[in-house]
């Protein structure tokens, strides 16, 4: 399978007109973290361990360039070739 750069092609403002949207996926990550107890000096902490990943819910696709969120399909729309 050949590869291509790809972008997104957005004609929406931007706030840097030279770069393309830079599209961000937002969303709540539920995981489950291993802890253990550890003593400092005087006071008890606690010690972040391995993490199992568990699920996801994406929230949104966000462009920190035109401040713009999409959905899913409409970034799919947005894609097309990088031109040399």
Same mark, same amino acid.
Request: aromatic share 12%; net charge negative.
């Given at each position: ?9 957005? @004609?929406? #403002?931007? @706030?840097?007109? *030279?770069?393309?949207? *830079? ?17 400092? #000096? *005087? ?11 568990? @699920? ?16 899913? @399909? ?9 031109? #040399?």
């Amino acid at each position: 399978m050949t590869e291509t750069n790809c972008v997104f092609m957005c @004609d929406n #403002e931007k @706030d840097n007109p *030279d770069f393309p949207c *830079d599209i961000h996926l937002y969303e709540n990550v539920q995981q489950q973290t291993e802890i253990t107890p550890i003593k400092t #000096e *005087d006071s008890f902490e606690l010690e972040h361990g391995f993490s199992h990943y568990l @699920d996801s819910e994406i929230i949104r696709y966000y462009c920190n360039n035109c401040n713009t969120e999409f959905t899913y @399909d409409e970034v799919l729309e947005m894609i097309g070739e990088e031109e #040399e």
